[in-house]
């Protein structure tokens, strides 16, 4: 929503006038949250836990996987990254690769990209061929014992190249995840909401019959302030807590914080950033493609809303 937006500073400065507490302590603000970013998302999910960073997040979406569906692995994208956590560098192929290398209950698909991928533009069904390597490694992990816990994938991966997956590759993925126990988990820390212009999150671009089992939440939620997000559902949430461990973060959710999250969600729509965003957006698209037919070392031009990448080739 842009730097020292003025009713951002203004909600925090006020709230931080009045009491900030450690989020044990019960507060309006925390409720009243929850409530209004449940409006920008599928019904069921509904339960939310907060938190001060996406690599916080992206952890424990991370534990609730795998305490609902008691298995360890998990699969994520080539280049992926999700966080700094050791936990979170053990699922970024972009770092793991640089350091201690690709862990046993780990397994990488390749980006379904269909520029530079393995199946192309050209290719008759990409979606499928594209959702089939994911299930031949969920055929390959079971032949060796392992379980798969959970798909964790960015909504549109970015640090993977700015990529669009093909409409209808989660649909196909989720099933094979869900078939084998596992949940989705879509990752919106860098293109959620109202990024993308059309919807105010990137998984709906998919279509809507896609619903992810978990949505992490982090960077534009806060507009630089240390806030995140988990929205889940009951299901999960229940698993979660029947350990008896109860989920708890000092500053998660305190009430500085969510006075910041609820301005930024009101002036999102008070200022129609989804539609700039599309308008921007697409007449970023519409120069850059002119550029496209005047340079040749201009390979593709893909995006959505102000989510754009720009292939450079030689």
Request: aromatic content about 10%.
């Amino acid at each position: 929503v842009g730097h020292c937006h003025p009713d951002i500073v203004k909600a925090a400065h006020e709230q931080n006038q009045l009491l900030n507490t450690n989020s044990r302590y019960l507060h309006d603000n925390l409720v009243d949250y929850a409530e209004r970013l449940s409006k920008t998302l599928p019904e069921k999910l509904c339960i939310f836990y907060f938190l001060n960073s996406g690599s916080e997040a992206n952890d424990l979406a991370l534990r609730l996987a795998r305490q609902y569906t008691k298995h360890e692995d998990v699969i994520v994208l080539d280049h992926a990254y999700h966080g700094h956590l050791t936990s979170l560098i053990d699922i970024s192929p972009y770092k793991f690769r640089n350091l201690e290398g690709q862990k046993e209950w780990v397994h990488v698909a390749p980006v379904p990209d269909t520029y530079r991928g393995l199946y192309r533009e050209d290719h008759e069904d990409s979606v499928t061929a594209y959702a089939d390597e994911v299930r031949n490694i969920i055929e390959h992990a079971h032949k060796r014992g392992r379980k798969i816990a959970a798909f964790f994938v960015e909504s549109l991966p970015s640090v993977g190249g700015q990529i669009i997956p093909p409409a209808g590759y989660f649909q196909k993925v989720a099933e094979h995840v869900h078939k084998a126990g596992g949940v989705f988990i879509a990752d919106e820390i860098q293109v959620g909401f109202g990024r993308v212009g059309k919807h105010f999150w990137a998984f709906q671009l998919q279509g809507e019959d896609f619903i992810p089992d978990i949505v992490t939440m982090g960077k534009p939620i806060g507009n630089g302030h240390p806030l995140a997000c988990v929205a889940t559902t009951k299901e999960i949430a229940e698993a979660f807590a029947a350990t008896g461990v109860e989920y708890f973060n000092t500053f998660g959710g305190n009430p500085v914080s969510c006075a910041i999250g609820l301005a930024v969600l009101d002036v999102i729509e008070k200022e129609n950033l989804q539609a700039h965003a599309t308008e921007v957006g697409n007449f970023l698209m519409k120069t850059l493609k002119e550029q496209q037919i005047k340079h040749p070392i201009i390979g593709d031009v893909r995006g959505c809303g102000l989510f754009i990448g720009v292939d450079l080739i030689k």
